[in-house]
């Protein structure tokens, strides 16, 4: 079992900055450790996640302003964010993966909302 806690989220005027966290728990080995969001109306995306082997694997849209720092040993992701735009606005979800990237069983934070106003 994995659990994670997360914290940040809140409210930002655009070109702003906002730094999230997520702190995972438990005794199996984690795979990778990243981030998704969900917009109103539509589907949970990839953000940016980062394997234990180091590979970085981001949205096009989030490229050159969000970056991911993770802590293997401690299990600990964090994404600073950078120029944020009204349309980052979404519950961001903290996500830890256990095995595989086909099929891994996949850990959920319980999201944070980010907003950005105009």
């Known amino acids: 079992q994995v659990q994670l806690v997360e914290s940040g989220g809140g409210l930002v005027q655009a070109g702003g900055s906002l730094r999230l966290s997520c702190v995972a728990s438990?005794?199996?080995?984690?795979?990778?450790m990243g981030w998704y969001r969900q917009a109103p109306g539509k589907q949970r995306e990839l953000v940016i996640t980062k394997s234990s082997d180091g590979r970085i694997d981001s949205a096009d849209s989030v490229k050159g302003r969000f970056t991911i720092s993770r802590d293997n040993a401690k299990n600990t992701v964090y994404l600073q964010m950078s120029s944020l735009r009204p349309e980052d606005t979404a519950v961001y979800y903290c996500?830890?993966?256990?095995?595989?990237?086909?099929?891994?069983?996949?850990?959920w934070g319980q999201g944070t909302q980010v907003t950005v106003s105009s």
């Open positions: 996500n830890a993966r256990v095995g595989g990237r086909v099929n891994g069983v996949h850990y």
């Open positions: 438990g005794s199996i080995f984690i795979n990778a």
